[in-house]
Structure formats: C-alpha cells, structure tokens
C-alpha cells in the first residue's frame, strides 16, 4: 500500500526557512518522480516542485522559483523540500506524491508564515 508521511512544516516569520520531509514507502521509491503540492487556505490543491526519480532533473511553479529546492535520498525513500525566503502566501498544507500520482495522499504538514 501507497504511503506518504509529510514533516517539518510549523510557524515562521516571513524570510524564514523551513525544511519539508516526505518518507514514501510501498513502492520501488527510486523508479518514480516525486513532487510536492501545496493547498492553501480555500484554494485548489497545487503542484509546486518535481523531481526526476535519478534526482537530477527539476521543476517548480514560478511562484517558488529560486526560493524551494526539492531534493531526494533514494537510500531513505525519502523527499525533501527546502524552503527558503518565505511569505505570507506560502502558508498551505504541504503533500508529496509521485508521478503517476496516487490517490493515496498523506496528511500533509502545515506551513504558516506570519509576523
């Protein structure tokens, strides 16, 4: 069975840094492209990072280019997404998937950025 467990996430000032973990399990983690999505408060769920399943290829919505870095440790079926220079609108429950995505989504881990 498909599994994700989000971490990390809290409250933080904006500028602030937060770093986002995801341990997936129930399937061959290294074959798959991993993403992160973000739902903010009354919004539709959104795609914010990919990550290619060898870790060298990546994409992110440009509402977070420059700012997150989506990274992966194949050893710890685990994926990561450092979270740097944030704001107010980044405040979201955070997920991870793979690509085919499973309907098998986690919990999710709140980010809140406030002063």
């Known amino acids: 069975q498909v599994q994700f467990v989000e971490s990390g996430g809290g409250l933080v000032q904006p500028g602030g840094s937060l770093r986002l973990s995801c341990a997936a399990r129930?399937?061959?983690?290294?074959?798959?492209?991993m993403t992160w999505y973000r739902q903010r408060p009354g919004k539709e769920r959104e795609l914010v990072a990919i990550?290619?399943?060898?870790?060298?290829?990546?994409n992110y919505a440009d509402s977070v280019k420059g700012r997150f870095t989506i990274s992966r440790d194949n050893a710890k079926n685990t994926v990561y997404l450092q979270m740097n220079n944030l704001k107010p609108e980044d405040t979201a429950v955070y997920y991870c998937?793979?690509?085919?995505?499973?309907?098998?989504w986690g919990q999710g881990t709140q980010v809140t950025v406030s002063s």
């Open positions: 129930g399937f061959t983690f290294s074959s798959y492209t």
């Open positions: 998937n793979k690509i085919p995505a499973t309907g098998s």
């Open positions: 990550l290619s399943s060898a870790g060298i290829s990546t």
